[in-house]
């Protein structure tokens, strides 16, 4: 076992102490009887000393004849308030098999000479040396075996061990708890007490310690093995998790831990001591498991991721995170329904406890609800994925992580965002990742000395800029000379790229606007730049009007202009 398993267990150990001394619940002889009305009414089986015995012989015999169900008809019989209720079916049941093997060994029971009465004083089998085994009335009316009978019966069965047993029958003792039929077998020194325990007992524990952590070692081995082998056909599952092939390490410690659960069980250890290692070990052995489950969330999240990524859909690279997520929501709550079941914690009451706030509780769930439902719509509506760039509002940024409850989106600023996907039932979201492509329109200006016959050259080596490209849009654009500006000639440049994000568009931009300024140097065509030029009009020479053109020759110079552009 590692040192940081070692230490773990220890810590369930501590922790299972503790749990122990705070959820034992301490049995008080003073006890408040309830009005005769409320009382609930007394079993006919347990309603005289004769029913008592009679349903207790019944019982056990059934259960050797192949009933173990009969079991829970022999605890009724048995006053075990003085027992820990996180023990009391575990000891009830040894301290039943004791107590009939008691019966067995001083005389059989004749029926007919127990009382059949329903008060009066307790009924008395036999006394010992170590106390007495009889049947007393409680206060609810029922016959039982009383306390201070279980209490002894530990103490009666060693006085009693070296004698045969009086009732014909019972050569085959195969339904004998195993400890009664090892005790048998064992000679005196071994069953003498040493601080607290019997000598076989404490030989026992050590030898089930031992199979335990041999048990956790094979199963560490021969899972580690199975997954090398199983990630040798999913390599990716190891690239995404760090530790792949250790994620079964916490089943061999589950494994140990239901070891040491059946050993101290066949061990029949006094109260005390089955107490604190039966809270430890079960503590252990359900937290080992539910650890085991978690870990294996993350083996299947990171195939799943691997298929998704693998697909042109984005949706399921939504999918998956979700599912991981819900899958260790729903580990969490089931682990700990199993860690109370298996503590005797009475999850029922707990539940119906919450009840009491169901009120408080459905107005604090109605924001949880619309998140949910927020996200199915997302997820739906494909409004969005991992990865695109939104605006929703006045947040604007890409998408992170989408989760049940909300959104994390990364602003430019590089701050993160979290927003709760309710507000998306209504929200305007513009997704421009969503965009198949991506427009540029501009105006470039060149200088009013540029030739018409340049300008026409330049515009068509923009357009054969457009149509050489590999991520511009060749079906549609426009290039033209299209403006006379305050202080240039602007050509329109209106084009789309078809990138698949905004860092792939700025590095094409920037590709095409480069082209453009070696095109433009290479055919003497100058850019641009805001200027004004001031005319001074000297007023001694102005002008005539007979020095401007005819409307007839301003039509036939038009007319010669369009001719030449029609005839190239």
Same mark, same amino acid.
């Given at each position: ?12 150990? =501590? ?12 049995? $008080? ?58 023990? @009391? ?17 001083? /005389?059989?029971?004749? %029926? ?23 049947? $007393? ?23 009693? &061990? ?5 009732? @014909? ?140 990524? &693998? ?7 939504? %999918?998956?995170?979700? =599912? ?27 539940? &119906? ?15 949880? =609800? ?15 994925? *991992? ?31 979290? *927003? ?8 305007? *979201? ?35 800029? =457009? ?24 050509? %329109? ?12 568009? %700025? ?47 301003? /039509? ?10 029609? /005839?190239?």
């Amino acid at each position: 076992m590692r040192p940081n398993t070692r230490i773990l267990a220890l810590f369930f150990l =501590v922790l299972a102490l503790i749990t122990g001394g705070s959820l034992a619940v301490a049995s $008080s002889d003073e006890t408040v009887s309830p009005p005769e009305a409320d009382k609930p009414p007394v079993p006919e089986s347990l309603q005289s000393p004769r029913a008592t015995a009679g349903s207790f012989l019944h019982a056990m015999n059934d259960i050797k004849r192949g009933k173990p169900e009969r079991i829970e008809d022999a605890l009724q019989t048995l006053d075990l308030s003085g027992v820990n209720p996180l023990v @009391r079916r575990e000891r009830g049941t040894d301290l039943a098999w004791m107590l009939l093997e008691i019966m067995d060994k001083t /005389r059989p029971v004749v %029926l007919q000479r127990v009382p059949d009465r329903k008060e009066g004083k307790p009924w008395v089998f036999e006394r010992y040396a170590s106390g007495e085994v009889r049947i $007393s009335r409680l206060d609810d009316g029922r016959w039982l075996f009383d306390k201070e009978t279980m209490e002894a019966v530990p103490a009666i069965l060693e006085e009693v &061990a070296g004698r045969e047993s009086k009732v @014909r029958g019972l050569e085959n003792t195969r339904w004998l708890p195993l400890h009664i039929r090892i005790s048998r077998q064992l000679p005196d020194w071994m069953r003498d007490r040493g601080l607290i325990l019997q000598n076989w007992q404490w030989l026992g524990l050590l030898l089930i310690i031992a199979v335990g952590v041999v048990v956790d070692k094979l199963v560490q081995g021969l899972a580690r093995l199975v997954m090398k082998r199983w990630l040798k056909h999913f390599p990716s599952v190891t690239q995404r998790i760090d530790d792949a092939d250790q994620r079964l390490r916490p089943l061999g410690l589950a494994l140990m831990a239901f070891v040491w659960w059946l050993g101290i069980l066949v061990l029949g250890l006094p109260e005390a001591v089955l107490l604190v290692l039966l809270v430890a070990v079960k503590l252990l052995a359900s937290i080992a498991a539910v650890w085991t489950a978690w870990r294996l969330v993350d083996v299947i999240s990171a195939l799943l991721a691997e298929k998704a990524a &693998a697909t042109d859909n984005r949706v399921d690279d939504v %999918l998956v995170p979700m =599912v991981s997520r819900t899958l260790k929501i729903f580990i969490a709550v089931g682990g700990i329904i199993f860690v109370a079941d298996n503590l005797n914690i009475d999850v029922t009451g707990l539940l &119906a406890g919450l009840g009491l706030g169901g009120l408080a509780f459905a107005l604090a769930a109605k924001d949880l =609800v619309q998140n949910f439902f927020g996200s199915l719509t997302v997820l739906m509506d494909r409004t969005f994925t *991992v990865g695109d760039w939104i605006i929703v509002d006045d947040i604007e940024g890409s998408v992170e992580e989408m989760g049940f409850r909300s959104t994390r989106i990364r602003t430019f600023y590089n701050s993160l965002v979290t *927003v709760p996907n309710s507000r998306f039932i209504t929200a305007d *979201v513009d997704n421009m990742g969503a965009r198949r492509y991506r427009r540029y329109k501009q105006k470039f200006g060149v200088t009013y000395d540029t030739p018409p016959e340049k300008i026409e050259a330049f515009c068509e080596g923009l357009r054969e800029i =457009v149509r050489q490209h590999p991520y511009m849009r060749k079906d549609y654009f426009q290039i033209w000379l299209n403006d006379l500006g305050a202080s240039a000639l602007e050509i %329109l440049i209106y084009v789309f790229w078809q990138t698949p994000d905004w860092t792939t568009e %700025l590095r094409e931009r920037q590709r095409f606007l480069l082209d453009a300024i070696r095109l433009a140097d290479a055919l003497g065509v100058a850019f641009a730049f805001p200027t004004q030029t001031i005319h001074l009009q000297s007023d001694e020479n102005p002008g005539k009007p007979g020095d401007a053109p005819s409307l007839e020759e301003a /039509r036939a110079l038009a007319r010669r202009i369009t001719e030449r552009e029609s /005839r190239t």
